[in-house]
């Protein structure tokens, strides 16, 4: 295979200009170029592709080379300035694709208004929005499916990135007709002996042996949805973050925990060491100013 002239697209536009103008003091003056220079730049070409490009004499006319390469300098010419635009507006978040996974929290709390303040700002870039518990969305961010996830720490994985940004506490979830109910605050102890439904979230007690029996509930739920028909249900009651509370769920009451207090933290989970695409990194700040103005701010 023969080795490629060492050609810059400067060295093609030239070529176009001069050959469209049939002038090398138009095709200067267009390229904001000495005639001298744009000279110079001709003969390169025309040394490096190893033929003339133009007949040599008072008018400008294309040699049968120079007439075969006009349509492929003229089609690499487009196709660089159409790569070109396409760059410039990924990095200006222009373009391209952001994909953000969340916890229901999230889901109904702050995506919403973020999803709205990005649209305004950058229409062009296509989203792709999941939702899952907080397992869930590390899992996604570990795999490639999302770049950005917005959940608690699960799984301590040190290839996860962690930023917190909201920070809220634990409390009883029951039915407004439960003899808690109406408490303004109970201990762990007190709900040790309820029919209690796990849920990952829970999985953020480890540690915390005040509410040890949570890792060793007889039903387990893992998708929001069902909690909440359960709970709504009368099958049992939960532990759940403040802000995890279906907040359309009016039949069901939060009850703060205390002996001890015990928080969880939400905020931005990434692939750590890596950086984000233009698109992920404008959603990341939109989502800190967001949480700066939240009264749960960490």
Request: glycine share 6%.
């Amino acid at each position: 295979m023969s080795q490629l002239p060492d050609l810059s697209i400067t060295h093609y536009r030239h070529f176009l200009l001069v050959a469209e103008l049939r002038s090398f003091r138009a095709a200067a003056a267009r390229a904001f170029r000495s005639q001298p220079a744009l000279s110079l730049s001709i003969r390169e070409m025309e040394q490096r592709l190893g033929q003339p490009l133009f007949e040599r004499g008072a008018r400008v006319t294309l040699t049968r080379f120079g007439a075969s390469c006009l349509p492929l300098a003229r089609e690499l010419v487009d196709h660089h300035d159409r790569v070109a635009m396409s760059l410039g507006g990924l990095a200006r978040s222009e373009t391209g694709l952001l994909t953000l996974a969340a916890v229901a929290t999230a889901a109904w709390l702050w995506i919403p208004e973020a999803v709205a303040r990005y649209r305004a700002t950058h229409p062009g870039v296509a989203m792709r929005l999941y939702d899952d518990n907080s397992e869930g969305v590390e899992r996604m961010v570990l795999s490639g499916q999302v770049e950005l996830g917005i959940c608690s720490p699960v799984l301590r994985d040190k290839r996860l990135a962690f930023e917190p940004l909201w920070r809220d506490e634990f409390g009883l979830v029951c039915r407004n007709d439960h003899p808690l109910a109406g408490r303004s605050w109970v201990t762990w102890k007190e709900i040790a002996a309820l029919p209690l439904i796990g849920t990952v979230a829970h999985r953020q007690l480890a540690g915390h042996r005040a509410a040890a029996f949570m890792a060793d509930t007889p039903l387990f739920v893992s998708h929001m949805m069902s909690l909440t028909a359960m709970l709504e249900r009368g099958v049992g009651v939960t532990v759940l973050a403040e802000l995890g509370k279906p907040p359309d769920a009016r039949s069901l009451a939060f009850v703060p925990l205390r002996r001890p207090r015990i928080g969880r933290s939400l905020g931005i989970t990434r692939l750590a060491g890596r950086t984000l695409s233009p698109a992920a990194s404008r959603m990341e700040a939109l989502l800190r100013d967001q949480a700066a103005r939240s009264p749960h701010a960490a």
